[in-house]
């Protein structure tokens, strides 16, 4: 009995033995299988990246191959403007060339007029001179205020040694003021200014003053006007002053009716020069043109200094 019992247990001991190997057995291929399981996901999960990397890949291809033919056809295009570019520069270059010739020969034919012009304007002064005859010298200055209207010319000589009164005298009778019949004409000249010598340009100086009488006598239509001559030994300078009882200049235009062509009544004559030309001639001078915005009224008045 005792050995039955010994060789069951022998029996069960040897069963739980190969049972047991028999369990490791089926763990061991089963991790295996999870293991082959798990690298077979995982090479399939490469694969999908390595699909989806290739179909990436041949859109970006094809995207790049749209990019290229839109890039040829912006590149076609830009080659095209750039010949319509070319052409019209070509033209214009051309164009510019024509005109440079046309600009040269007319500087060439205004030079000749001007010189032509300087020696009409030098003939009428001398033949003023030699005669005393006003209207000469009244049409030789306009001719002259065509080349005065221009900014930023050289000084002017001082060469001629004149009365500060001779000034005034000569710009009366060239604007011939003094014989308007519609106003009445005053002058004031104190008695230093009429001993006093001018160190100036007569012709030019003179030129001045006349625009600033004509001016005057241009929009005083009724009332007076009054040419004041003095001097002030402390400044050294000279000074004219013209008022008028006409229509009168507000404050804001008090440098603007001294731009060219500027005419704040387009109903009177003119080419709206006159205070330009008076100005840049004292300037030119040494002196200066203004608007006495200080002054009363009724009118205007203007004062013309220019250095002793």
Do not use: W
């Amino acid at each position: 009995m005792t050995i039955l019992i010994i060789i069951l247990l022998a029996i069960i001991a040897g069963l739980s033995i190969g049972l047991y190997f028999q369990m490791k057995a089926s763990r061991k291929q089963a991790t295996d299988q999870e293991q082959l399981l798990k690298d077979y996901q995982q090479r399939v999960n490469e694969q999908q990246k390595l699909l989806d990397d290739y179909r990436a890949l041949e859109k970006n291809f094809d995207n790049v191959g749209e990019g290229y033919e839109q890039a040829l056809l912006a590149f076609d295009k830009m080659e095209e403007e750039s010949q319509k570019q070319k052409a019209a520069n070509e033209a214009l270059d051309k164009r510019c060339t024509a005109l440079q010739t046309q600009l040269n020969a007319m500087q060439e034919a205004a030079q000749h007029r001007g010189e032509n012009m300087s020696q009409i304007r030098t003939q009428l002064h001398e033949m003023a001179t030699a005669t005393g005859d006003m209207r000469l010298e009244a049409i030789s200055g306009k001719l002259g205020d065509l080349d005065d209207v221009q900014a930023e010319l050289p000084p002017l000589d001082h060469s001629d040694n004149e009365l500060v009164s001779r000034i005034a005298d000569d710009a009366v009778k060239i604007s011939g003021i003094d014989k308007a019949q519609y106003l009445k004409f005053n002058t004031n000249v104190a008695e230093d200014a009429a001993v006093t010598m001018l160190s100036t340009n007569r012709e030019k100086a003179t030129r001045a003053l006349v625009h600033l009488l004509d001016n005057a006598l241009k929009f005083t239509t009724d009332g007076s006007v009054t040419l004041s001559v003095k001097v002030d030994m402390e400044k050294m300078q000279a000074f004219y002053a013209v008022e008028d009882t006409g229509s009168g200049i507000e404050p804001a235009d008090a440098e603007r009716i001294f731009e060219p062509y500027v005419k704040l009544n387009q109903y009177f004559d003119g080419l709206g020069i006159g205070l330009t030309v008076a100005r840049n001639i004292a300037r030119r001078l040494g002196g200066d043109v203004t608007l006495d915005t200080t002054f009363a009224g009724p009118g205007a008045r203007f004062v013309l200094s220019l250095p002793i």
